[in-house]
């Protein structure tokens, strides 16, 4: 890639395949789990080589409720556990966590988690991790239209007001959404923020991923010509 192609400001992942990718290996899904976390952290760190300044992480959506209760209890721990366990790693690498989603709505100790873990990587500048946790992207639209509802008696709302009462405002809109697995859908994940995004849907499953899918997803991204509805 040549040096002045650009790169994604802001890239979404949307992360696939942990059960695949323990199934294919005869292990449980707890097992994909895990590997899928340290996929994550290989993923930061070559975003942050790269040059892209946000990746947000789609980790929990509110239609993962489904899942069997023990596997939610199990991703809750698996949650509260890393933020705790990892933070050295944020702080040495320069890494901001920040939460995303209806976050009042998880566990206490998740909520804990998550916000000591802001505190405590607030001052960071390298790169900003976005957890998306609990998190819709209809769900954070209606969020942001209530809050102003709570002190706008007008008729009509903005787009910039509600762009402005969604989770994380100062962040910039995404600029490429990408899924693992090869799936090819958008499952509800920053639908306000993904107005203009590039789209990629790459084979390898999450725990496969790494530094090569980064390099390959800037690649691609360097590739494309954004318009944002005008011409060339």
Not at 71 to 77: D, I, P, S
Not at 157 to 168: A, C, F, K, T, V
Request: net charge negative; hydrophobic share 40%.
């Amino acid at each position: 890639m040549p040096e002045t192609a650009p790169v994604p400001t802001h890239l979404g992942i949307i992360m696939d395949g942990n059960g695949r990718w323990a199934k294919e290996r005869s292990l449980p899904r707890t097992a994909g789990h895990n590997e899928g976390l340290k996929a994550l952290k290989r993923v930061i760190l070559a975003a942050k080589a790269e040059g892209i300044k946000v990746v947000t992480f789609y980790a929990f959506s509110t239609e993962n409720w489904k899942r069997s209760e023990q596997e939610v209890a199990y991703l809750m721990h698996l949650i509260v556990a890393k933020l705790h366990g990892e933070l050295a790693f944020y702080n040495r690498h320069g890494i901001r966590v920040k939460g995303r989603g209806d976050l009042s709505a998880l566990p206490p100790a998740v909520q804990e988690a998550i916000a000591s873990t802001e505190e405590a990587t607030k001052g960071n500048e390298s790169i900003t991790a976005v957890i998306a946790i609990n998190y819709g992207g209809r769900d954070e639209i209606c969020r942001a239209v209530n809050r102003i509802l709570k002190t706008n008696d007008q008729k009509t709302i903005s787009e910039e007001e509600i762009r402005q009462n969604l989770d994380l405002p100062d962040l910039p809109d995404v600029d490429m959404i990408v899924r693992s697995a090869n799936e090819r859908r958008l499952s509800n994940f920053l639908l306000w923020e993904s107005a203009y995004a590039e789209l990629g849907f790459y084979e390898a499953l999450w725990p496969d991923w790494g530094a090569d899918e980064i390099q390959t997803i800037c690649r691609d991204y360097g590739q494309r010509v954004r318009k944002f509805g005008g011409v060339e």
